[in-house]
């Protein structure tokens, strides 16, 4: 079924290259939330890298978006360093027992080795696998958990917010371990040719001071991001949820290529700020608007998203603000689908997408 | 004399709202060295001092990491201070019971409503977080609650908190309860549509409306 002219990659390469292309990009974010769609759980999903894999087989199949992939994220790569996780049946893992839980504790850890630590390796292999099935149509990416939700999830979000008042140079200690591991896990995900992703939900301005963040969490994300550079020529992208207007200069000089804002930001105020120096990505609320919105409340979300950003000049990728809820319906996402392919198409109808 | 205590109630203030655990438990010794009334202490001192951060959070000053600090010295004052309280019989406060839906284990910002009702003179019963649906309607009906908070921050939990009105429908006590929801999928537009009384975006919105929903207009100004 050919719904679209070009496959993901040849689109990729036509922006990339200033060629034609037949319409903007889409990436709504699924992955473990899309478990729905193959009769399996969350924690089904995260513990096996064959149910990966047909999540996003079966949601690329019914969808055709823009990207596919697996990642650890934040959970995964605390849990690598020795967290104990609980696995809701179908919420996303929580942390149990955390692997410090006094600062003595950190003096024993080490970065974690990707092919051996936690289960990391199912994530690894998971992309393998994608790559060899899917990797001629569509690029292949992986999110890894910033510095500090990786840390969050290694000393408990509570004890960390107050150590960055109290033991600073504890928590300068703890992100150098998780970036450490987390550069491991990159140099595993670009040898198998795919894509990095972070998500740092906690170091956003709803969480912490902009002041904070450029303390604890922009020089660690900067080691991220030179690291990819180094290997690939460009950055990964960067989502940060949240409220992060106060922070998107700083996102920039970590040296992220791609900005992933949530819905509660301005898209039109991030252009205007920051889009000449990144791409950018967003911010389709997903929980008010595709998982319960209307044919035409979804429509109209996404014509304001391109109202906004679809000229931003160094490109802009239509995306919900986070993650999809699980259960939302195959038809809501088709919708928010369907919109990117009709208000989307290229050369953009000017008249339907401003509303003249 | 009275300058005195001026000087201790604004350590008391200072020593919250600039999270100086060492500096609020100083002077909650001092007020009970220098015969300062506790309750005296608690509301003009270390409240006043929560109330300031408030704002400051509000303003985008301080965050979340600053909260839980000025929670600290709050509770460091509290646990000197609070002891020596002599109980007021003819103050009848408002129960609440509070908790994170089940399958959720976000708290933070449950937690700073429930200090910021404590100190506003509401009987918190907090049950925790990941709480089971039928813990709510029985602890509400069990302590005769005036007053019920819940918290999520997943979009695939918030629908508990309809499951839980309609069940203290069934059970005959909507109508004796107010109902508070907030966490950050929700909005104003779910509150109403679960049939919530009231939903607020944050620590210091959630306590306003609680009093207002409480006690009235009136009272709450």
Redesign the interface.
């Known amino acids: 079924m050919a719904r679209d002219e070009m496959t993901p990659l040849e689109r990729a390469a036509a922006i990339a290259a200033g060629k034609p292309f037949d319409r903007i990009p889409f990436a709504p974010f699924l992955g473990e939330t899309a478990s729905h769609f193959i009769g399996t759980t969350m924690a089904q999903y995260r513990h096996s890298a064959e149910l990966m894999v047909e999540v996003e087989r079966v949601t690329y199949e019914m969808f055709g978006q823009d990207g596919v992939g697996a990642g650890p994220g934040y959970q995964a790569l605390g849990e690598a360093l020795g967290t104990k996780l609980i696995f809701p049946e179908n919420n996303t893992p929580y942390v149990g027992e955390p692997a410090i839980k006094d600062w003595k504790d950190l003096d024993r850890l080490e970065p974690a080795d990707p092919r051996t630590a936690g289960k990391l390796p199912l994530y690894l292999e998971a992309l393998k696998a994608l790559k060899d099935t899917m990797g001629k149509d569509v690029p292949v990416g992986s999110f890894v958990g910033g510095p500090l939700s990786t840390g969050a999830f290694v000393r408990g979000t509570d004890a960390l917010l107050r150590d960055m008042t109290k033991h600073p140079e504890k928590v300068h200690r703890l992100m150098q371990l998780v970036t450490d591991t987390a550069l491991l896990y990159i140099d595993a995900v670009l040898a198998l040719g795919c894509g990095v992703s972070i998500a740092d939900p906690v170091a956003s301005g709803t969480m912490i001071s902009a002041a904070n963040f450029r303390e604890f969490v922009k020089p660690y994300l900067k080691q991220y991001a030179d690291r990819v550079r180094a290997k690939t020529g460009g950055g990964p992208m960067l989502h940060i949820c949240g409220n992060t207007t106060r922070i998107w200069r700083d996102m920039v000089e970590t040296g992220a290529s791609t900005l992933s804002l949530d819905n509660v930001v301005d898209l039109g105020a991030a252009r205007k700020q920051v889009g000449r120096d990144v791409c950018l990505m967003g911010n389709v609320d997903p929980v008010a608007v595709v998982a319960q919105g209307t044919p035409e409340t979804i429509y109209e979300a996404v014509r304001q998203c391109l109202m906004q950003a679809c000229d931003s000049p160094k490109g802009y990728v239509l995306a919900t603000g986070c993650q999809i809820p699980l259960g939302t319906s195959a038809e809501n996402i088709r919708c928010f689908a369907d919109a990117a392919r009709t208000l989307g198409s290229y050369p953009l109808d000017k008249d339907a997408v401003y509303e003249r | 004399m009275a300058e005195r205590e001026n000087e201790i109630i604004e350590r008391l203030i200072t020593g919250v709202r600039d999270?100086d655990e060492a500096l609020t438990v100083e002077a909650a010794e001092d007020a009970l060295r220098e015969k300062v009334e506790p309750l005296r202490a608690i509301n003009e001192g270390l409240v006043v001092g929560m109330h300031e951060a408030g704002r400051l959070y509000e303003q985008?000053e301080?965050?979340?990491?600053?909260l839980?600090?000025c929670s600290?010295a709050l509770y460091a004052g509290m646990d000197i201070l609070a002891p020596h309280l002599t109980p007021d019989p003819s103050r009848t406060k408002t129960t609440v019971v509070m908790g994170v839906v089940a399958?959720?284990?976000h708290d933070?910002g449950k937690n700073l409503v429930k200090l910021m009702l404590e100190v506003s003179g509401f009987a918190v019963c907090d049950l925790g977080r990941d709480v089971p649906l039928a813990a709510f309607v029985d602890k509400v009906v069990e302590l005769e609650a005036g007053l019920l908070c819940m918290s999520t921050l997943?979009?695939?939990?918030m629908d508990g908190m309809g499951t839980v009105i309609r069940e203290l429908e069934r059970k005959g006590v909507r109508k004796a309860v107010k109902v508070l929801v907030g966490g950050g999928?929700l909005?104003q537009?779910f509150a109403e549509r679960i049939g919530a009384d009231g939903y607020a975006s944050n620590a210091t919105g959630a306590v306003k409306l609680a009093r207002r929903l409480t006690l009235g207009e009136a009272a709450a100004a």
Request: glycine share 4%; hydrophobic share 40%.
């Open positions: 999270m985008e301080y965050f979340v990491p600053e839980l600090l600290d399958g959720d284990t933070i997943m979009s695939t939990t999928p909005s537009a």
